[in-house]
């Protein structure tokens, strides 16, 4: 009944090439690409912490305010987010979330290391004003961006250590978001990526991405790529109203639709049985998982 | 010595990405080894086009932030192992990749590939001197108007201030009847204006949205369609072989023409 996914494994290492020459053999080659030469070693090492998927602009609530917090410098990461990503970001998460932004819920902004001039932190100011919040306060271990923000009126803090307010997940990072609500369409191009779990109420379209540490539930049609479990956790699952992806992916499993759709869709959920990724209808899915519990509790 | 091409345009909607593909496949079917680079990073549709967009899981991004290595961004296709894909990220803008980081990673293609093709984005921007980075042929791909060819010429004019010397043409779209018609530039007219080396013509084919959208390129057709023996034709003076340039303009089609009235099918 559930559609047959798949794997994808095999994708890399198809046969019947032609002879190698040259002393690389076609089949089966490994091809790397020669380090960056502007890169030091020191530089990599230093770069590497900041390669985890929270990465984009985030919303936090805390004691009756609203953290704002600003992914960091994008010199100093490997999935950088530039001035024109942060402001679509933003705006993508004020209008996919405005149902749960309480109105007039005081904004504390914390920009981190990123470099904001004055013009940038007035654009923020006027987009979270139309989402009717207002901007009271920015954390900012740059001195020139708290410059910035204190000619520009604003009530500044510089920070010059990280581990405060909201920061502390750099240290410790076991415990995961709370989940990403967003009411909207994601649209090709777009990519969410967020530390826990992504609930999306609209369609994730082709070429549109979500990565998530966490489950992903889409209560619309799925047709994009999605990660569940992006550090590794297995126990993660997909769930779509119609789920038509590109790809799944759950913790290191990757899986494609099958070539040929099914007539009609069903809501169903994608989760890593014993041979990779599985898909069963979620009426189905909710009795399958029963039983694995019950005998548990019924065993003396 | 492996052959590294820019396939571009100036123009958007000329066919580049079209041509990309089908080039890349006829010559993967005459038994090179051939690398299709996707460089139009935000904006990517040669996965699409080649039927390939579920199976990528890293793109030209992820190789450079060191996520993976080249050949597992590699996508192979699974008609034709000699070809493989290197994906654009779709999530990301043109800006995001340097000139100079292009030019590793087709560096390292050269290893194993005898024929690189690079699907060039639309437009002289950053995306542009990213692909023409580490070209050392270029193929114009224009077609018979008067925007794209004026786009085409000042293309041609920028490849070669970046010391891109070998320049050919590929003209896309032709409809014989309306240049016979005189309402459609000729390949001479586009010729005279570009004045470089003519690789092929294509015919304007309804065969190519029906490919496109099914992800097959239309050299893999059992049957070959006009515009995929225009292709394959392209392919095959690409490798050095003498093809007669396409009998395909207005005398082969006067041929048709005449042929079907011959036979009464009406056009």
């Known amino acids: 009944m559930a559609p047959d996914f798949s794997f994808m494994q095999d994708s890399q290492s198809d046969s019947s090439g032609t002879p190698a020459d040259g002393g690389v053999n076609f089949d089966n080659f490994i091809l790397e690409i020669e380090p960056d030469p502007e890169t030091t070693q020191e530089e990599a090492a230093q770069t590497k912490p900041e390669s985890n998927p929270n990465l984009q602009v985030q919303f936090k609530s805390e004691r009756g305010r609203l953290l704002l917090l600003l992914p960091p410098a994008p010199e100093k990461s490997r999935n950088p987010v530039y001035w024109e990503d942060l402001r679509d970001q933003l705006k993508r998460r004020l209008s996919g979330g405005e149902r749960f932004l309480q109105p007039h819920t005081p904004v504390h902004l914390i920009a981190r290391d990123r470099l904001l001039n004055s013009q940038q932190i007035q654009e923020i100011d006027a987009m979270l004003s139309d989402a009717q919040l207002p901007l009271k306060r920015i954390y900012s271990s740059r001195r020139q961006s708290a410059v910035a923000a204190a000619t520009a009126g604003y009530s500044v803090e510089q920070q010059t250590t990280l581990g405060h307010l909201g920061q502390g997940q750099e240290a410790s990072r076991q415990a995961m978001d709370e989940p990403l609500y967003l009411q909207t369409t994601l649209r090709s191009g777009v990519e969410v990526r967020h530390r826990g779990t992504v609930i999306v109420l609209g369609d994730a379209n082709p070429g549109s991405s979500i990565v998530a540490e966490g489950d992903i539930f889409i209560w619309g049609r799925l047709r994009g790529v999605v990660h569940a479990g992006a550090d590794g956790n297995r126990q993660c699952r997909i769930m779509a109203l119609h789920m038509q992806p590109t790809q799944l992916r759950i913790a290191d499993q990757v899986a494609r639709s099958p070539e040929d759709p099914p007539a009609q869709y069903q809501p169903e959920v994608a989760y890593i049985g014993p041979d990779g990724i599985r898909i069963a209808l979620a009426a189905e899915f909710a009795l399958a998982d029963l039983p694995a519990n019950l005998p548990t509790q019924e065993s003396p | ?267």
């Open chain 2, 1 to 267: 010595m492996s052959r590294i091409i820019v396939m571009t345009s100036g123009k958007g909607g000329v066919g580049k990405t079209t041509c990309t593909a089908n080039l890349g496949m006829a010559l993967a079917k005459a038994g090179q080894r051939v690398a299709v680079v996707d460089a139009d990073f935000g904006l990517r549709n040669l996965d699409l086009l080649l039927g390939l967009e579920n199976r990528i899981v890293y793109t030209a991004l992820d190789v450079l932030a060191g996520e993976c290595r080249l050949d597992q961004a590699l996508v192979k296709d699974k008609r034709q192992p000699n070809l493989a894909l290197l994906p654009a990220a779709q999530n990301r803008s043109k800006e995001s990749i340097k000139p100079e980081q292009m030019k590793r990673l087709i560096k390292a293609l050269t290893k194993v590939y005898n024929f690189i093709l690079i699907d060039s984005p639309a437009g002289i921007e950053m995306g542009f001197r990213n692909s023409i980075a580490a070209a050392r042929e270029a193929i114009i791909v224009t077609t018979p108007e008067i925007s794209a060819v004026r786009d085409a010429d000042r293309v041609i004019g920028l490849l070669e201030a970046n010391d891109i010397k070998a320049v050919r043409l590929v003209i896309n779209r032709l409809r014989p009847a309306m240049v016979a018609a005189e309402q459609m530039m000729s390949v001479k007219d586009v010729q005279g204006i570009l004045s470089i080396p003519l690789l092929g013509v294509i015919p304007d084919d309804e065969q190519v949205i029906v490919s496109t959208n099914k992800g097959e390129p239309l050299v893999l057709d059992e049957k070959l369609s006009k515009a995929g023996i225009a292709f394959t034709n392209v392919s095959q003076r690409l490798q050095g072989e003498k093809v007669p340039l396409m009998d395909l303009s207005i005398p082969q089609d006067n041929f048709f023409t005449r042929l079907k009235r011959l036979f009464g099918v009406s056009s």
